[in-house]
C-alpha cells in the first residue's frame, strides 16, 4: 500500500495534534504540581497579600516585601 501525497499530510497533522495533545498535558502536569509544592512551600503575607517561598519549620518568617513578619499555621491570634 502507498501512501498518497494527501494521506501523508493527513497522517502529519495528526501527528502534530497528538504531539501538541501530549505536550499540552506534560505541561498542564508540571504546573499542577509546581503550583501544589508552591502553596506547600509559600506563604501569603497577611499585610500586602504578597506570596514568597519559606522554608520548612520556620515559625515567623519576615514579608521580602513589606517586611511584616507572617506566623505560620494561620492568623488565628490575629483574627
Ligand atoms: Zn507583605
Redesign the pocket.
Known amino acids: 500500500m502507498i501512501l498518497s501525497f494527501t494521506d501523508l499530510l493527513v497522517v502529519i497533522v495528526l501527528l502534530a495534534f497528538v504531539w501538541v495533545l501530549v505536550d499540552w498535558t506534560f505541561s498542564f502536569l508540571a504546573e499542577r504540581r509546581n503550583q501544589r509544592r508552591l502553596r506547600l512551600s509559600a506563604r501569603e503575607?497577611h499585610?500586602?497579600?504578597?506570596r514568597y517561598p519559606e522554608k520548612n519549620r520556620v515559625k515567623l518568617s519576615t514579608?521580602p516585601?513589606?517586611?511584616?513578619q507572617n506566623i505560620r499555621g494561620g492568623h488565628r491570634k490575629l483574627g
Do not use: D, R, V
Not at 499585610?47 to 504578597?50: D, I
Not at 516585601?65 to 511584616?68: L, V, Y
Open positions: 503575607c499585610l500586602c497579600g504578597k514579608c516585601k513589606c517586611s511584616a
